[in-house]
């Protein structure tokens, strides 16, 4: 055999084997930088909303958890410690919206449009609405 021939010979045997291999490396790819030493970082779910009951708990637990962390530090200082269950509680009803000042705010913003619209119905020549009687037939309409 001469030189050409090894080298045809050669190139056929191996033509196979790296298609072989380079068809079996995508799935490689995929997992190019994880392994036993890798930091596999999962994207984190959004956090449920804060209205929800799933959205307290989950705030509700992240309090508890900087309290206990804090009466902890107190009284591995010496500190007297902090009652965590009642701040717990305390944070809580901060955290929580006040129906009666949301129900206020939204009053007053109907109120400014009901003021408005009197402006614009007095300057067309017509009879200004009754305020607090067009506030409560808006808000009736809306549900609120």
Same mark, same amino acid.
């Given at each position: 055999?001469?030189?050409?021939?090894?080298?045809?010979?050669?190139?056929?045997?191996?033509?196979?084997?790296?298609?072989?291999?380079?068809?079996?490396?995508?799935?490689?790819?995929?997992?190019?930088?994880?392994?036993?030493?890798?930091?596999?970082?999962?994207?984190?779910?959004?956090?449920?909303?804060?209205?929800?009951?799933?959205?307290?708990?989950?705030?509700? =637990?992240?309090? *508890? &958890? $900087?309290?206990?962390? !804090?009466?902890?530090?107190?009284? +591995? %200082? @010496?500190?007297? #410690? /902090?009652?965590?269950?009642?701040?717990?509680?305390?944070?809580?009803?901060?955290?929580?919206?006040?129906?009666?000042?949301?129900?206020?705010?939204?009053? =007053?913003?109907? *109120? &400014? $449009?009901?003021?408005? !619209?009197?402006?614009?119905?007095? +300057? %067309? @020549?017509?009879? #200004? /609405?009754?305020?607090?009687?067009?506030?409560?037939?808006?808000?009736?309409?809306?549900?609120?």
């Amino acid at each position: 055999m001469d030189f050409g021939s090894i080298l045809v010979l050669l190139v056929l045997v191996t033509l196979p084997v790296a298609a072989v291999l380079f068809a079996g490396a995508f799935g490689l790819l995929d997992e190019l930088g994880r392994g036993g030493l890798s930091i596999d970082e999962r994207p984190h779910s959004p956090a449920p909303p804060l209205h929800t009951a799933a959205g307290r708990m989950e705030r509700e =637990e992240e309090i *508890r &958890q $900087l309290l206990q962390a !804090r009466h902890d530090r107190q009284a +591995a %200082r @010496g500190e007297p #410690p /902090l009652d965590v269950e009642s701040e717990v509680r305390r944070l809580m009803e901060l955290s929580e919206p006040r129906e009666e000042s949301s129900d206020a705010a939204l009053r =007053e913003e109907v *109120r &400014q $449009l009901v003021i408005a !619209r009197n402006a614009r119905r007095a +300057a %067309r @020549g017509e009879a #200004p /609405l009754d305020i607090e009687t067009e506030i409560d037939r808006q808000l009736r309409d809306a549900g609120a």
